[in-house]
């Protein structure tokens, strides 16, 4: 609401995604976990590698995002794109990943 406004003020316009179709695509970068032989963690400077290239691998992905997203970006130019967070998933099993979520709404299918 602008300033000065009062609680009952009645809004104008439409909303953007009346009337469209959204999608929300997850991308992941999966990597394996490192282990010893006897599958335990490994020592220190082995984790700080692959926890640096896990922080790298999230970095690129939000970066690719964005720009997919962007002005001239394949998914801006068919409708609406909205970047999401990057996360880190894991360690699960034997692999950790950085997953990064793009919703995609589009008004008219053609």
Do not use: W
């Not at 970095?59 to 002005?71: D, V």
Request: glycine content about 14%.
């Amino acid at each position: 609401q602008a300033p000065g406004q009062r609680a009952t003020a009645r809004q104008t316009g439409n909303p953007v995604s009346v009337g469209g179709r959204h999608a929300v695509f997850a991308v992941q970068i999966v990597r394996a976990v490192p282990m010893n032989a006897d599958g335990m963690a490994p020592d220190a400077d082995e984790l700080t590698e692959t926890g640096l290239a896990m922080m790298r691998d999230a970095g690129l992905l939000s970066q690719a995002l964005t720009e997919l997203c962007g002005r001239d970006g394949a998914l801006k130019r068919s409708g609406s794109a909205l970047v999401g967070a990057v996360e880190f998933l894991g360690p699960e099993g034997y692999f950790s990943a950085v997953e990064g979520s793009v919703t995609v709404t589009v008004m008219g299918l053609t």
